[in-house]
């Protein structure tokens, strides 16, 4: 198979994960201790990629101070901005503008906000021995309510796109990872907000175009929320999901260089520790993502949460579940839960929040 060109759609502004994503765009969130798209760079390198465009749009200045020229992935990266967005078939259009691929080759287009452990290297063959327009990844999931459903034929022949509805006709879902003919992604109009899940993909079916349905069940996990935010660092770090990219090996918790975790401290469940992060004596973290230079006072316990670069969580104080902004500072004996977010910078006073009654 010759050498892949991809391109990473990175241009959405990560509303369901504010406050995080306030200051940092979801692509670069730390995730396992690096930003979550080494993760993808990494697995696309190891599948053939060498070459990978970023269709990026909210902060976009951000993206290239942190990967370059690519040269760290063994990648060449090239970076394209939509000054205002476009949807899904609009920011493809407009990355294809740095591809050098012909009209006949395949193109790798990747969500920036997946974490898969799909094999893309047979995506791609299954795509070319078919001659198809476009190769989906599909995936099975328990509760197809909550996405658009993609039903295919008996041989793989994708013959409709369903939008969110009570009732699914299939649980296989659009896992948003895409493989097109070159030819095809130079026919959307460019400079228009355009959809590929709404028009172009529907609009290849009825054509008669061959649209397919790559499915499988490996590891798949959307990162957008805060839960499943936490959930990917966490399997990362476990080694649920391998990943070239993962700075260390895997285990109960990650700890990044120039962090200090107390021996007396109980750190499981996949945590991350960031760089200069302190973990004190009496503290238990569990299963949370800690971003670098944060603190967890003695008799803290912070729990499937993700904390900010710069938080403090204070003595005798519960986190679970919730996320606190940067430099967020959470008083002696607060309780947050049930997904509670804490702004950047707040200062919580002294027992400000209580789901309990005091003892």
């Known amino acids: 198979m ?100 012909g009209p006949g080759d395949p193109v790798l287009v990747l969500n920036g906000d997946i974490l898969s452990g799909h094999d893309i290297g047979e995506q791609v063959r299954v795509h070319l021995d078919r001659d198809a327009a476009v190769t989906l990844h599909l995936t099975e999931v328990e509760d197809p309510t909550r996405f658009g459903c993609v039903p295919t034929d008996e041989d793989g022949r994708v013959t409709a796109f369903l939008e969110k509805t009570p009732n699914p006709v299939t649980n296989r879902i659009n896992a948003g990872c895409y493989v097109f003919t070159r030819s095809v992604i130079d026919q959307i109009p460019r400079d228009e907000v355009v959809s590929v899940e709404r028009e172009t993909f529907p609009g290849l079916i009825e054509s008669g175009r061959l649209v397919l349905g790559y499915a499988d069940r490996t590891y798949w996990l959307d990162v957008g929320t805060p839960a499943a935010f936490v959930e990917g660092s966490r399997d990362l770090v476990l080694g649920r999901l391998a990943s070239p990219a993962l700075p260390g090996p895997t285990g109960e918790y990650l700890a990044l260089p120039g962090s200090v975790v107390s021996p007396e401290a109980k750190v499981q469940g996949g945590t991350t520790v960031g760089a200069r992060t302190v973990v004190e004596a009496g503290a238990t973290v569990i299963g949370s993502v800690l971003s670098d230079d944060c603190v967890i006072e003695s008799g803290a316990h912070v729990t499937d949460s993700v904390l900010g670069r710069g938080a403090r969580v204070c003595a005798d104080t519960v986190v679970r579940d919730a996320v606190i902004g940067d430099g967020a500072v959470v008083g002696p004996g607060n309780e947050l839960q049930a997904g509670v977010r804490i702004w950047p910078g707040v200062e919580l006073p002294e027992r400000a929040v209580r789901y309990s009654s005091d003892v």
């Open 2 to 101: 010759p050498d892949l060109e991809a391109i990473l759609l990175v241009g959405g502004q990560g509303t369901r994960l504010r406050p995080l994503t306030l200051g940092t765009p979801k692509p670069l969130l730390p995730t396992a201790g690096v930003p979550f798209l080494a993760h993808q760079l990494a697995r696309a390198r190891s599948f053939g990629v060498r070459r990978i465009v970023f269709a990026t749009s909210y902060k976009a200045a951000m993206f290239e101070p942190e990967f370059g020229d690519g040269s760290a992935f063994g990648l060449s990266i090239e970076y394209m901005t939509e000054e205002t967005p476009l949807g899904t078939g609009g920011a493809i259009r407009n990355a294809a503008e740095a591809l050098s691929a």
